[in-house]
């Protein structure tokens, strides 16, 4: 267990619709990041927020948002979901912002329909 | 376009061989780390070299860094069926803001 929750494990959801998916980092980690993996790909990296700031931003669509709250948790909206939105959506979160370790949830299994 | 680029995409041996993983990188770093992940799971992360270092261990992984070649090796040895599972490298890229950007994986089957 890595100590980082994301919720919820799958969804499957209709194309055109909106997702929010959710990550509570380790206790003490400052830094999140979102990554998305499309089947046997490598990990694309979405956004890193630092202590609730955005930090960095990778390949995120336009249609996608994420924000991380004064309690650290972060979540990951996407909407106007198409059939290629479909993919494993990990969170992971760090002490600092990359210089460290870096502890993945489980992801998300999206699935659109 | 990835940071990071595994070399080989696939990579299949007998249990009991060594198992070789390279990382070629785009940018300067400060540190590269390794990282594992079993079919559909999260990554587990390995080993961190920073880059000052030019050799690290941890148990049966050996990695090494060549900052001056941009590129990384991960060396297995007496791999187990256990081993079987994608690896990937990931830097701090230094491009302004420091984030893990990940490299594209290496496959790695090891045969009972």
């Known amino acids: 267990d890595s100590g980082v929750t994301q919720t919820p494990k799958h969804l499957i959801t209709a194309t055109g619709q909106r997702v929010t998916l959710r990550c509570s980092p380790r206790s003490g980690d400052l830094s999140v990041y979102w990554y998305q993996q499309s089947l046997d790909q490598g990990l694309q990296f979405l956004i890193q927020?630092?202590?609730?700031?955005?930090?960095a931003k990778g390949n995120i669509l336009e249609r996608f948002s994420a924000q991380q709250f004064p309690d650290l948790h972060s979540e990951l909206n996407l909407s106007s979901l198409e059939l290629g939105d479909s993919a494993l959506y990990f969170c992971?979160?760090?002490?600092?912002?990359?210089?460290?370790?870096?502890?993945f949830g489980q992801g998300t299994r999206l699935t659109v329909v | 376009s990835q940071q990071g680029e595994e070399d080989p995409q696939a990579l299949s041996i007998q249990e009991g061989e060594n198992a070789t993983m390279n990382c070629s990188y785009k940018t300067s770093i400060n540190n590269l780390q390794w990282y594992r992940q079993n079919s559909g799971r999260g990554l587990v992360h390995l080993i961190l070299?920073?880059?000052?270092?030019r050799e690290k261990h941890s148990g049966r992984l050996r990695v090494t860094l060549d900052t001056s070649k941009k590129s990384s090796s991960l060396l297995i040895t007496a791999s187990r069926a256990a081993d079987t599972a994608s690896y990937f490298c990931?830097?701090?890229?230094?491009?302004?803001?420091?984030?893990?950007?990940f490299g594209t994986g290496t496959k790695l089957q090891v045969i009972p």
């Open positions: 070299i920073r880059s000052n270092e």
């Open positions: 927020y630092y202590n609730g700031e955005e930090r």
């Open positions: 990931a830097t701090d890229w230094s491009g302004g803001y420091q984030k893990v950007t």
């Open positions: 992971a979160s760090s002490v600092g912002e990359g210089d460290t370790e870096a502890f």
